[in-house]
């Protein structure tokens, strides 16, 4: 059984009034949501707020869901349309993103870089790239930050993302692309490479 047919399981569960089926659910799907809400609202505390927030929204709604998309992306979406509302009720807008990190060097394409860290001048240049890409996500507009923060940090599919996101898979496409411009633009003279390059 893969992990949305295990989700539409649990998700039965619950609507047949196991309550515990949900806290399956938020168990595993709680560090996933909060990295994501953190990407919107940066004060800690308050994403962790606007991630139960969305906890409860989605627990609420999950009798109507019918399972269209996988539950993960519906959670997503309840996650990024809280954070959203929050920040339109505190009279802000999206920042930034979070860091690279270790964990997120897999998905990285300049991986080799981040992970050799045995020299002085790879932790220089890790520590480069990440602030780097970080200066470069914070002045991208919130729907390109969201696009490719979900496509290369969560791993999301582009029909997913286009879910979550509620627009087409061409748009979703076309954010991606035009957020991984930005970026290596910003990266090129750290990594040398020829202008017509992407990395």
């Known amino acids: ?14 609507q047949a009034g196991d309550k515990q089926a949900f806290g399956l659910l938020v168990a595993k799907y ?6 994501l809400v953190s990407r919107l609202v940066r004060d800690p505390g308050e994403a962790e707020d606007v991630t139960q927030e969305a906890f409860i929204k989605a627990y609420r709604a999950l009798p109507n869901f019918r399972g269209d998309s996988a539950f993960y992306t519906w959670l997503y979406r309840i996650g990024v349309n809280t954070a959203k509302n929050w920040l339109a009720s505190q009279g802000q807008r999206a920042k930034a993103t979070a860091a690279v990190d270790s964990d997120e060097a897999e998905t990285y394409e300049g991986a ?3 992970r050799d860290v045995n020299t002085p001048e790879r932790v220089l240049m890790s520590k480069q790239i990440a602030e780097t890409v970080n200066r470069a996500m914070e002045r991208l507009p919130d729907d390109l930050r969201t696009a490719i923060s979900l496509r290369e940090i969560d791993g999301m599919a582009y029909e997913e993302i286009a879910q979550v996101m509620n627009c087409p898979i061409g748009t979703i496409r076309s954010r991606i692309f035009r957020a991984r411009e930005v970026i290596a633009k910003e990266l090129r003279p750290l990594l ?4 017509n390059r992407r990395w």
């Open 1 to 14: 059984m893969g992990d949305r047919e295990a989700d539409q399981a649990l998700v039965e569960r619950v």
């Open 30 to 35: 709680q560090r996933k949501l909060l990295r």
């Open 112 to 114: 080799d870089l981040l």
């Open 192 to 195: 040398e490479t020829a202008p």
